[in-house]
């Protein structure tokens, strides 16, 4: 019911979780004694039992699928706003949770506070909980990023992939839309370059229309761009971590115990050796960054500081997020002497939250080679004395 002082309605943000079924018994009365429900998630054929609650029943268009997702946001927001103009209490319902990783939902809650509109957000079932059940997750001892497919979008800001931490990326499937096409394969080349080719990742695809049962689909991640054609574009992504953590289920083990082989015999000292078993990995998953850094590693200790610096710009190409081979490209400019090169790295690796001491080093020694002393002996008071005894 509208507010009459206002005269400006009110907005109530419901979701419907996986499926009609699973609204919950407020976010019924919400719609029972509202005055217009909107919604984005359902078509004609799937309103049926919403009527039952509702006799005003609004699909939102935002004016072609195929279009930018602000472009078509603006448009459903607009038509939500014409409602509450009248005065009217207004239901969005929406797929999952009201709001969860939602751009309508967020549009609308700002445009309402521009506007002096009241509004009120219902708990619902997320998608999360759905993707979490079907997967069987604990959520134990591990922890998760989860990221929304329109992060990847156009690429303005680099999205940080951690191979060593569990990921669920949403809406994968909007990726597949005509104007999408170059955020997907950008995409599918930072996967590449955070996890072997051969790393398995898993297709939740959630509960619709055109898939009312749901389905897992799990494969390789160099066949993840041929199992996403589909219709269902609610599809989710979980790109498991290369190591297992805790009590978790081992992903990946096999994979990580291989790099770890390589760094065994780096351990022993036999470089040539460790060097060779990395080489085979990169040959297997040409973009995989840590079998890159690592045999940029073998190389930079047999003194072969071109052939290192190839693979860690490489490196940097593929994962420009702070990590580990800024680092190691910092000291193989130091080898190659280009200290004002290795400070450039070295602002990126200090962003890095490991063996900060070592980075502290490497700032020491290159500040020292331009001439700026001030700054050599502000990093050298930052460095352990064990580590003036080795040079990196």
């Not at 005269?7 to 919950?24: E, P």
């Not at 009217?88 to 506070?113: K, P, W």
């Not at 051969?198 to 390789?220: D, N």
């Not at 760094?263 to 990169?282: I, N, T």
């Amino acid at each position: 019911m509208g507010d009459p002082r206002q005269g400006k309605g009110r907005l109530v943000l419901a979701g419907f979780g996986m499926d009609l079924r699973q609204m919950t018994l407020e976010t019924v009365e919400a719609i029972k004694s509202c005055g217009v429900l909107c919604t984005d998630a359902l078509d004609e054929a799937s309103l049926g039992p919403l009527r039952a609650y509702c006799s005003d029943i609004r699909i939102l268009d935002g004016g072609g699928k195929d279009g930018p997702p602000a472009a078509a946001s603006a448009r459903k927001v607009a038509a939500v706003l014409d409602r509450l103009a009248e005065g009217r209490e207004v239901v969005v319902l929406n797929y999952g949770h009201a709001t969860f990783l939602s751009s309508l939902a967020y549009d609308l809650i700002e445009a309402c506070r521009e506007r002096g509109i009241p509004y009120e957000v219902l708990n619902s079932v997320s998608s999360l909980d759905g993707v979490l059940a079907s997967l069987g997750m604990t959520m134990l001892w591990s922890g998760l990023h989860i990221y929304d497919a329109d992060d990847f979008a156009g690429l303005m800001t680099v999205v940080p992939l951690n191979p060593e931490v569990p990921t669920i990326i949403v809406k994968v499937g909007y990726l597949l839309k005509p104007h999408q096409m170059a955020s997907l394969d950008s995409f599918l080349s930072r996967l590449g370059a955070s996890y072997p080719l051969e790393h398995p990742v898993t297709l939740v695809v959630s509960p619709w229309v055109s898939e009312p049962a749901g389905k897992l689909v799990t494969v390789p991640l160099r066949d993840l761009k041929a199992a996403l054609a589909g219709p269902n574009e609610f599809v989710t992504l979980f790109v498991p971590p290369l190591r297992a953590r805790g009590r978790e289920p081992v992903v990946g083990a096999a994979l990580a115990g291989e790099l770890e082989e390589g760094c065994r015999l780096m351990a022993k000292g036999d470089a040539a050796a460790a060097e060779a078993f990395f080489d085979g990995l990169v040959k297997r998953s040409p973009d995989w960054v840590q079998a890159l850094a690592w045999r940029a590693c073998c190389r930079l200790a047999a003194a072969r500081v071109s052939e290192a610096l190839q693979d860690l710009d490489r490196c940097a190409a593929l994962r420009p997020e702070p990590e580990w081979h800024f680092q190691l490209r910092a000291q193989a400019r130091l080898e190659a002497g280009d200290p004002r090169g290795a400070l450039a790295d070295l602002e990126k690796a200090e962003l890095w939250p490991h063996h900060r001491d070592l980075t502290a080093l490497l700032r020491a020694r290159a500040s020292a080679r331009t001439g700026d002393w001030v700054g050599a002996l502000k990093a050298a008071a930052r460095v352990p004395p064990r580590l003036w005894l080795n040079r990196p």
